[in-house]
């Protein structure tokens, strides 16, 4: 895959967190890190219209520079420019677990040994996000990762090994090495805890200052 087709795309699916379906946007990130590239293609847009998702000028760029290589609509990817007005953000973050989680968390135990020490990842953080608009105040976990190459399968990958551990709609959100997380990063990241670091040297990629 050409280099700046994947970066678009991996950056679309990023600006779409909190804003897509979580049920959607595992699997659009799922199909991505497995280079069913023509799927996306021909679902994501329809998705976007569907769902009333807004795109900007720059994620409409994007858009068609990570979709339309690869057989998207005109005439959908045309029409998700401006879908519908812009809302804040629904969601709060914190670093606390919920009571919910065991002490004994396989995800905390397994995300380490899979991440530390790899080769190509910086710094590994969890947040909790909790949705303002749902009644049940369900928690959610995020994970954010600093990577600097391999990003999309970085994604997929995690986002299996979640699933095996019981998480039907993982939250993994990969994000590139020194670059400027999107606002739903951004605060994700300032309500979040330490869990581990790649062999990246996290001094120069870390997710959140010292």
């Known amino acids: 895959m050409d280099p700046d087709v994947e970066a678009a795309s991996h950056e679309l699916l990023l600006r779409l967190a909190g804003r897509m379906p979580d049920r959607m946007l595992w699997r659009f990130r799922d199909w991505f890190g497995e280079g069913a590239m023509a799927t996306l293609a021909r679902t ?88 303002r608009e749902s009644a049940d105040r369900e928690a959610k976990r995020i994970l954010l990762v600093t990577a600097v190459s391999g990003l999309p399968r970085l994604a997929g990958e995690l986002q299996r090994v979640l699933r095996v551990l019981g998480e039907e709609e993982p939250g993994v959100e990969v994000l590139p090495a020194q670059a400027e997380p999107p606002p739903y990063h951004r605060a994700a990241l300032a309500d979040s805890r330490f869990v581990c670091a790649g062999a990246v040297d996290a001094g120069h990629h870390r997710l959140v200052p010292a």
């Open 44 to 131: 994501l847009p329809k998705a976007l219209l569907k769902h009333r998702v807004d795109l900007d000028q720059s994620e409409y760029r994007l858009l068609v520079a990570g979709l339309i290589p690869y057989g998207a609509d005109w005439h959908e990817v045309s029409s998700t420019l401006g879908v519908d007005a812009s809302a804040g953000s629904r969601y709060t973050f914190t670093p606390e677990p919920p009571e919910w989680v065991n002490t004994v968390d396989s995800v905390s135990v397994v995300m380490p040994a899979t991440l530390r020490g790899r080769p190509d990842v910086g710094e590994v953080r969890e947040s909790w996000r909790y949705d």
